[in-house]
Each structure stands twice: as C-alpha cells, then as structure tokens.
T-cell receptor
C-alpha cells in the first residue's frame, strides 16, 4: 500500500519562501506529483518528479529523493493568492495500476500580509 | 480549460435517495478516473476505465456505487441509497493511455447528503 505524510497546516508571510515537505512509503513508485487546491475548487497540477533532483517552474520548485522517500515543494515570493491546500501524490508503479495516484491529506497554507 | 465537463456541479439530496454524476471528456481519452474527496482530506481513488472496460475498483467502491462508461467516452457514477458519509466532491480525470505525467481533474461534482 501507500502511506503519504505532509504537515496539516503552515503559515507564511507574503514575499517570503515556504517549503512544504512530503514523505512517502510505497509498494511501488512511478512518480510524485504536487497539486494546488483552492477552497471549493478541484485540484490543479503544479509539478511532477520521477527522477531525483529539483524541478523548477517559475516561483514553484519541487524536489525528489527516491532513496529517502521524500519530496518538497518550494514556493518563492509568496503572494496572497498562494493561500491554498497543497497536495502531494504518488503514482502507483504496478503494471496494472494505470495512472492511479495516492494523495496525502494536503497541507493548508495561509499567506499573511 | 481542463478538457472535461462534470454535471451536476452541486447536488443536495436526502439520505436514501439515488444520485448520478456524469463526466464528459471534451476529446478522446482512452482512460478515465474517478476520485472522491471528503472535506479536509486528499482525493481517494475510486475506479478507472480503459475505453469501456472498468479495469480497477477501490475497496471504497461499495456495492451501492456503480460506474459505467458505455461507449468509451462519457462516464457515469451512480450512488444508490445515499448515506451522509457519501457527502464529498466527486472528481473525474480523463487521460490518454500513452501519455505520461499528470492527471487533470474536472471541476468536480459536490454531493451533500442531508
């Protein structure tokens, strides 16, 4: 099975940098995803890592270490609109699992002025 | 534009009633996934289709739940004899089989069972 852990809540200040951690234990691994979800809306895709290292996309970066079962999402130059939940998800590596993702419970980020 | 339409967007029903949600991908996608998300939790996998074949079902999908994809295009998710614990957002995500990478979710159908 899959077990994914991330902090429940975080608070940060506008303009600052915040790092949201995610640890996972899986029976099979085929990629790690980060999604952003504003209240009342569906999750929207942010980033995808399948190999170790850092993927940068504008103000957002995501890091993966497969040997440690660890990822983080880094948000720079925080804006008020970044207040949302951030979901870490692992894709099942089993052959018949298709694109099945297992999600963590999400980290609710509050950005304060 | 996520390339998928879900209806209805909101449904309020009384306990014991049946409800049906529909997912319409805008273009051809071999695969289609259903997820459920309860308040304060991450989405949970329910089931997925490859064309019209339902290839995997989560144990969350009790016998009150049934999903179909009759022509390999749109899909329906029916919940019979709804319970308050069924209150959640039901999310659909279509995908082309050979595409790597992310799932794009539709806007979801929010169910409230009174």
């Amino acid at each position: 099975g899959q077990n994914i852990d991330q902090p429940t809540e975080m608070t940060a200040t506008e303009g600052a940098i915040v790092q949201i951690n995610c640890t996972y234990q899986t029976s099979g691994f085929n990629g790690l995803f980060w999604y952003q979800q504003h209240a009342g809306e569906a999750p929207t895709f942010l980033s995808y890592n399948v190999l170790d290292g850092l993927e940068e996309k504008g103000r957002f970066s995501s890091f993966l270490s497969r040997s440690k079962g660890y990822s983080y999402l880094l948000l720079k130059e925080l804006q008020m609109k970044d207040s949302a939940s951030y979901l870490c998800a692992v894709r099942d590596g089993r052959r018949n699992a298709g694109n099945m993702l297992t999600f963590g419970g999400g980290t609710r980020l509050m950005v304060k002025p | 534009d996520t390339g998928v339409s879900q209806n209805p967007r909101h449904k309020i029903t009384k306990r014991g009633q049946n409800v049906t949600f529909r997912c319409d991908p805008i273009s051809e996608h071999n695969r289609l996934y259903w997820y459920r998300q309860t308040l304060g939790q991450g989405p949970e996998f329910l089931t997925y289709f490859q064309n019209e074949a339902q290839l995997e079902k989560s144990r969350l999908l009790s016998d009150r739940f049934s999903a179909e994809r009759p022509k390999g295009s749109f899909s329906t998710l029916e919940i019979q004899r709804t319970e308050q614990g069924d209150s959640a957002m039901y999310l659909c995500a279509p995908k082309r089989e050979l595409e790597d990478g992310e799932l794009f979710f539709g806007e979801g159908s929010r169910l409230t069972v009174l």
